[in-house]
């Protein structure tokens, strides 16, 4: 099978395992307001900004203040200005929202577990040796210029 057509079946593969409800279903919530909690929840940081979570999770600083602004009303998270520069946002986690992240935390680390157990641990770890090489051709791909991939 030549180079391309070996890519188009492949890609075929790729997309319909993507298209499958559990792996968007664990891309929403990389990206939503578990994802912020955990981020929180796991910095080794002192001081959090909203712009970090923006660049983390890799959606826009609209769609972060959106998810702050959940977060806070459900009494998750506080935000206040920073003392040094008063136009950045620090995010704080209160009490509830550590507990909440922990609660997150056990929920995902269950389902890993659960993954793990169904698949074997020695080919999760295959997938994610392999995984990291995709994700590293994928940079390299863009850092040649191919913004499609």
């Not at 995902?108 to 997938?127: K, N, P, Q, R, Y």
């Amino acid at each position: 099978m030549d180079r391309l057509k070996l890519a188009e079946h492949y890609a075929e593969r790729f997309f319909a395992i993507s298209r499958c409800q559990s792996n968007k279903k664990m891309n929403e919530n990389t990206k939503g307001c578990g994802f912020l909690l955990m981020f929180l929840l796991k910095s080794p940081r002192e001081r959090i900004f909203a712009g970090d979570i923006a660049k983390a999770s890799g959606v826009s600083t609209a769609r972060v203040a959106a998810a702050l602004n959940k977060l806070e009303a459900a009494g998750l998270i506080v935000r206040r200005a920073a003392d040094e520069d008063t136009r950045k946002t620090q995010v704080c986690l209160t009490e509830a929202g550590r507990k909440k992240a922990g609660e997150i935390e056990h929920s995902v680390l269950s389902m890993f577990a659960d993954i793990i157990e169904a698949v074997g641990e020695d080919d999760i770890g295959e997938f994610l040796r392999i995984y990291e090489k995709i994700n590293a051709a994928v940079e390299n791909a863009h850092h040649k210029g191919v913004d499609n991939v």
